[in-house]
């Protein structure tokens, strides 16, 4: 048992330092695709539960590894944020989709994740306030995504960040939601606009019968007792979309109603008189 044990210990070892290096390579990767302009946005559609509107966009960072091909977000932001690239991916990123939704009718706006490492840091309303005088975007067309990992420090300083983001005049809205620890008591004393309901609780959830039903109705009551509106994330099926609408979600954003598209087809679909 002892050798087993350590012949685990030396596989996982050496695989924790294949890990490392391919990290350290990624890392160097992503500076250089910035330098080159290597990243590029994609958009997701937004539409309203009642009037089937288009209402918005989700801005989604996409790279093409010029060796590995397309790279996840889910493994290239984490790398991103642990080397502090994330603050100049961030304003890229939050630049580039304020100049696009610039372009878009005044009745859709842009959603930008924000992450926690750029939340914290004291410069976000300045990036904010410069990005969107730089594209002329009205900030109430500006939301700010952020996750429960954004909030998790000093809850009085966390605040006061919300409340000068708010103060500019865009919207803040709180993703991922349901898949962190103490979401409930973020909800009471921070003044988001939106919920963002976690996919994890509409994937599987059809009609009749899921157990993820009673969360998603307790979430959209809570919202509506906070005067917060509900998004539902990951929206793929017809049976899915009839329950979040029957469950009062306000908003609804998934493959049903479109996947990320690139730039030009956002705008298309932006003009295409709002309707989904
Ligand atoms: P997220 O913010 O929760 O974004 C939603 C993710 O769900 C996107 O994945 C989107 O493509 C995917 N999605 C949307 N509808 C459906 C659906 O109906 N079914 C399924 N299975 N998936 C759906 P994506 O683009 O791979 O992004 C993954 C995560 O990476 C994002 O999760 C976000 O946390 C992060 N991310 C993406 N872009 C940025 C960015 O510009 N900045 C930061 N900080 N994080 C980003
Ligand atoms: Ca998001
Ligand atoms: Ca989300
Ligand atoms: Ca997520």
Redesign the pocket.
Known sequence: AKAAGKGTYRFFASEMHEQALLRQQIEEDMQRALERGEFH??Y?PVIDTQSNALVGF?????WTHSVRGVM???VF?PI??ESGL?NE??EW?LRTACIEAAKWPSSVSVA????PV?FSSQALPTLVTSALAYAGLPADRLEL?I?EGALLNDTAKTRAAIATLKGLGVKIAL??FGTGYSSLGYLKTIPFDKI?I??SF??GATLRGSNNIPIIKAIVGLANDLGMITTA????TEDQLALVRELGCTLI????YG??MDAYSAMNRAQGNGSA
């Open positions: 946005l994609a997701q989700e801005a989604l960072v996409r996840s977000p889910a932001i991103a944020e994330i991916l961030g990123v930008v994740n924000i992450s750029q995504e996750t993703d991922d963002k976690d996919q509409i994937k994330e990951g929206v793929e954003q998934g493959y049903i996947r990320p």
